[in-house]
């Protein structure tokens, strides 16, 4: 029985954990109008563009839209090859020629994966005057923190009569999936300085969070039962019939039912005018240092979201709060995984679950970025970014250098390498093909790297999509030649002898 659920565990460790929306190489791309998402102050070189999924044919090849995987653990630490007579095969740590020591090892004391996807419907922006920028987003986001404690593996490979006390600390999810609207401006301040503020209409559609999360196991010896000691609390607008008993705990608990309300309805109150608002904002700055050096910061998602339809909250507080006698594992088939997922029989092992109707604020994973950008030649640039991640429960920093190039007025490419969640093995490439007013471009964090040394990835990211662009070259020359916003005074008079026009914005 260990052993099965120990794979379950592995399963959702490899396979559910992480889609992650990592940005790392785009924050340079300053030719993909779409870089400004993440530093406001950074201005598209077009006097206008639009794209998404909602502009016909070249809105939608490739599709606009970010999609990332990334693991607590490398590929390589869940299936590797064995050894001696088993060299030739794939094993998991379960195999019995494996030490599931050596994995649990790997592990954090919690081990957090999390979820951010970006479907954009509808972008566009266009220049206001000779310094600033007008920019207009319509998206579908969906964001998640998953934590999985190491002592929650440990328990399951070793069963708990080597784990008597086992601490689940950490154990729990934080869900939300909503509607962005945002409208963003950018402003040229001088030469050698900009800054930039977006803000963001957020309408809450789904969401499930724990507040509280501090769960252990005891085993006493001589006995055939697990005492479970908790305080956890979970935050809820899934739409759910409780029912209560009479000293005031849950006694039932089923799914809505919504047979008696048509499609309409269902779709207008649960997934568009849900009723739960909310505001974040981004912004950041863009400083020359020298004609050649740039410095940079940016915020992005601050803020939260109140929930309020069908907003509940459910919590356990006791030291005494279940009595578990076990699970028929071997009846559990992934194939009927929903359906395994009895409420009742949940309620029923967990005698004094709290419950209340009251709403709620989730704050968005907050994300803060800083950096530097030199220009090394005249189509040349070199970047270091430090990112970090502000999750409900830790920090999480990573870093990437890049080096972008700018062959061609209607080509730029970059290259990157990056430290994501404490993986050095992370190359990446971003690219943009710009014919005609059609813009197409692509960039991922770790494809290279998932390419050449896919044992020991954790993360593979994607972002893509197609712009219509105007009005993005001067007559004399690209305007992007430069690595940063504005030139120096020098570099203005030098460029006038030669008869070529400033950079500006």
Known sequence: ????????????????????????????????????????SQAPNCKFYIGGLLIPLFGQLPPSMTFAVNLPVDYGDVIFHGEGAYKDSLITPLHPTADINDFLKKLRKVNYSSVDL?????????????????????????????GMPKSLFEFAAKGNDAVRKADFTGLGANALYYHQLSLGYSHQFSKTFSAGLRAK??????????????IELNTQEKTNYINVKSEYTINTNIPL??????????????????????????????????????????????KDITSSLAAFASVEDLGLIRWKTNASQFALYDEDSMRFEGVNIYDL????????IDLDSIVENFKEINYKEAGYSTKLPTKVYVGLRYRAAKRISLGL????????????????ITANFKPFKFTAATISYSYINGNFNNIGLGFTVHPGPFQWYFVSDNLIGALLFPADARSVSVRMGCNIVFGCVQKNGSRDDKSSRGTSLLDDKKNKNKGVVPYSK
């Open 333 to 340: 088939q992934f194939n009927d995984f929903a359906d395994a």
């Open 241 to 286: 019939d409780v029912t209560l008993n009479e000293e005031g705990y849950v006694e039932d608990m089923e799914f809505a039912d919504f047979s008696d309300e048509s499609v309409g309805t269902i779709v207008k109150d649960y997934a568009l005018m849900t009723g739960n608002y909310g505001a974040a904002f981004d912004f950041g700055f863009t």
């Open 1 to 40: 029985m260990k052993k099965k659920l120990l794979s379950i565990l592995l399963s959702l460790l490899l396979f559910e954990a992480a889609s992650a929306q990592i940005d790392n190489t785009m924050y340079l791309m300053d030719r993909v109008p779409q870089s400004s998402f993440i530093n406001p």
């Open 201 to 214: 209409l957020l309408v809450g559609v789904a969401n499930l969070a724990t507040t509280s999360s501090n």
């Open 118 to 146: 970006q479907m954009d419907l509808l972008n566009f922006g266009f220049k206001i005057g000779k310094k600033g920028f007008m920019s207009f987003d319509l998206s579908e986001r969906m964001i998640a923190d998953i």
């Open 385 to 400: 970014l430090g990112k970090f991640e502000i999750l409900p429960h830790k920090v999480r920093p990573s870093a990437t």
